[in-house]
């Protein structure tokens, strides 16, 4: 039996704990600073809009843990000695590991701004983090505005969470249009209207300057490079994440932007591995980047390295990209590769459907010249991912999936489907007679 540690509790270091009870009888500690018990970290922002309580969040019951024999331990780990083999923590105290498993997420992004560690300055991504925007910005009379700086998934959702109190909201984003490093133009121009008509003051090539304080040491007001100052109580940092690794300098493990890994997961420590958002990826995975701070690839992680640890050595493989988010009320999915104009390569060619009226629209990207289909983002309309899936392993030409789009639809029965009109489209943009093909059940759920 070994002595399993890992640091971090978020869904990475709790899938492997998991999955390492199930194979095996190993001893397992988890350590984390945050909070005693797992919690869903992309659900906290519901807690605030009232539509959960914290405990909701948190998938496990209490006693869980100590039935399947999973030791936690609130602390935090501030220096890891490998030639030990050993950590130590905040108040002193040691522990000795067999196998070490490095799972601390991320940290908000913060870039020296003048003013930046302010009262009533904040991120939003820890349990701590959500209680002090409930203490910032409890509702609009102690809140009077808030200011956004930094246009991604984050910030977009604590738009929304302030919003949902009638918080005034300006949304300061460095980009020309919103997330326009991500998303093709039509879709990032589409969320510029969606954001505005949510009563956000969405200010675009945008970029803070400084924070001023009140004279007690509380934000106040915010400079742009506009020459704007903008008065507000709560400034939302949300300029994107990097990898929580700062307690490993000195430790000896190789470090990049996060922890340097290879694709068993292994970091340059004997017995010492990283998983999740603060993992870096050595080699690269077809096109996805290095570090991904992304929910369900922090989950096959753990997965995976449970099996190398119990005996079965397993690769990381996460297949096919894929996500999917929330943009207010749209949600947004996207499968395979579809890149910002910024970042498309010659070869990426997109077809984009907008509809005249509602905040929906598609926009598939295929090889100029073999017709491959290569990946799609959907606004407001929901995908099957198994389909996706089978359709990029089997190369499958852009002029298939429009003919058989219809069994890509995940929207209820009844709902209404926006096929034929984007398939119009599509024959009148490029010369095509493709004819939809009826949903077939049978190929749906085909597994070849
Ligand atoms: C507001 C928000 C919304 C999100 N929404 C989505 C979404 O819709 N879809 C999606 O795919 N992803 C989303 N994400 C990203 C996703 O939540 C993360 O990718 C994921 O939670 C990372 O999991 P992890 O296990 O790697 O790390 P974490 O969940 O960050 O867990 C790491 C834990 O380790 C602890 N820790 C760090 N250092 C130490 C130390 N030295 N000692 C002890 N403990 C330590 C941390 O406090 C933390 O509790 C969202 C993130 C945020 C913040």
Not at 32 to 52: C, D, K, P, Q, W
Not at 238 to 245: E, L
Not at 405 to 431: M, S, V, W
């Amino acid at each position: 039996m070994q002595h399993i540690v890992i640091i971090g509790n978020g869904i990475a270091g709790i899938t492997l704990a998991r999955h390492v009870r199930k194979l095996s009888e190993h001893r397992i500690s988890v350590i984390s600073s945050e909070t005693e018990y797992f919690f869903s970290r992309t659900a906290l922002m519901y807690v605030y809009m009232g539509h959960m309580k914290f405990e909701h969040t948190q998938p496990y019951e209490n006693w869980f843990w100590k039935k399947n024999r999973i030791d936690l331990v609130k602390a935090r780990v501030v220096e890891v000695r490998t030639a030990e083999k050993k950590l130590v923590m905040a108040h002193g105290n040691e522990m000795a590991y067999d196998k070490l498993i490095i799972a601390t997420g991320s940290k908000p992004n913060k870039f020296g701004w003048p003013g930046q560690d302010l009262e009533g300055v904040q991120g939003l991504y820890s349990k701590q983090d959500l209680d002090l925007l409930e203490k910032n910005a409890p509702n609009k009379e102690t809140c009077h505005r808030a200011v956004i700086v930094g246009g991604g998934l984050i910030g977009i959702e604590m738009a929304e969470m302030l919003r949902s109190r009638d918080i005034p909201v300006t949304f300061l984003v460095r980009e020309t249009s919103f997330w326009n490093g991500v998303l093709p133009k039509g879709e990032s121009q589409m969320l510029n209207e969606h954001i505005r008509e949510h009563h956000i003051d969405l200010r675009l090539d945008t970029n803070l300057v400084e924070i001023i304080a009140d004279g007690q040491g509380r934000a106040k007001a915010v400079v742009t490079d506009k020459g704007d100052t903008i008065p507000c109580h709560v400034v939302g940092l949300t300029a994107g994440v990097s990898p929580n690794i700062a307690f490993l300098k000195g430790s000896g493990i190789e470090l990049g932007k996060g922890v340097l890994v290879n694709r068993s997961l292994e970091t340059s420590a004997k017995d010492v591995y990283a998983i999740g958002d603060c993992a870096e990826q050595r080699e690269a995975i077809g096109q996805r980047r290095p570090v991904e701070a992304v929910w369900y690839t922090g989950r096959m992680m753990g997965e995976a390295l449970a099996q190398t640890l119990c005996g079965n050595p397993t690769q990381y493989r996460p297949g096919h990209w894929f996500n999917s988010a929330k943009f207010m009320d749209v949600e947004y999915q996207t499968y395979g590769w579809v890149f910002s104009e910024r970042h498309k390569g010659e070869h990426e060619a997109h077809f984009h459907w907008r509809h005249p009226k509602e905040k929906l629209c598609v926009t598939m990207a295929y090889h100029r010249e073999t017709e491959q289909f290569l990946g799609i983002n959907t606004f407001g309309i929901r995908m099957r991912h198994n389909i996706f899936d089978r359709w990029l392993t089997q190369e499958k030409s852009i002029d298939f999936v429009m003919e058989h789009l219809r069994d890509a639809n995940f929207d209820p029965e009844f709902y209404k489907t926006h096929e034929p009109a984007i398939l119009a489209q599509y024959n009148q943009e490029r010369g095509r007679a493709i004819a939809l093909k009826k949903r077939s059940w049978k190929r749906i759920f085909s597994t070849t």
